[in-house]
Every structure is written in C-alpha cells, then in structure tokens.
C-alpha cells in the first residue's frame, strides 16, 4: 500500500509500506494491506512505519487526520 504523511510545512514521508501504526484519537490502531476504507483523527504520539524491506522508521505527532482508501494512506498531521 502507499503511504504519504503530510503537515502543513513539508511531506514527512510518501513511499510504499507494510504496515503503519497510529496514534487514534480512542486508542492506537494498525493499517495494513487492502484495509477497509476509513477516516480516523489522530492524537499526540508515534506514527510506526514498516517499509516493504521491513525496515522501521517512526514520526512524531501533534495529531491530524488519517485516511484510508484503495490501498492509500494519507495522514495530515500537525508535526511535533
């Protein structure tokens, strides 16, 4: 799946992923390949990401909005 993470200042990130973890709003949750479609806010914390080579990088949020749709991610975040 493709992942971008995007603030108002820069792309933080945009590449292809295994697996993302986020910090929800009710708690963190996970995103992995052919998710159901979804739109969730996001609070303060550590958004997880795992490349395709398994390689696993982490980002640092103020919070934002995920979006999940056809195999895309895009999370508009406040960045830290």
């Not at 792309?11 to 996970?30: C, I, N, R, T, W």
């Not at 395709?52 to 975040?77: H, M």
Request: glycine share 8%; no cysteine; charged share 25%.
């Amino acid at each position: 799946m493709f992942l971008e993470i995007i603030t108002a200042e820069n792309k933080m990130y945009s590449g292809d992923v295994e697996a993302v973890k986020l910090p929800g709003s009710d708690g963190s949750f996970g995103i992995l390949d052919n998710h159901a479609p979804m739109i969730a806010s996001l609070k303060k914390g550590t958004v997880k990401v795992t490349d395709t080579k398994k390689n696993v990088e982490n980002f640092e949020i103020n919070g934002g909005v995920v979006e999940v749709l056809n195999n895309k991610v895009v999370v508009l975040a406040e960045k830290a």
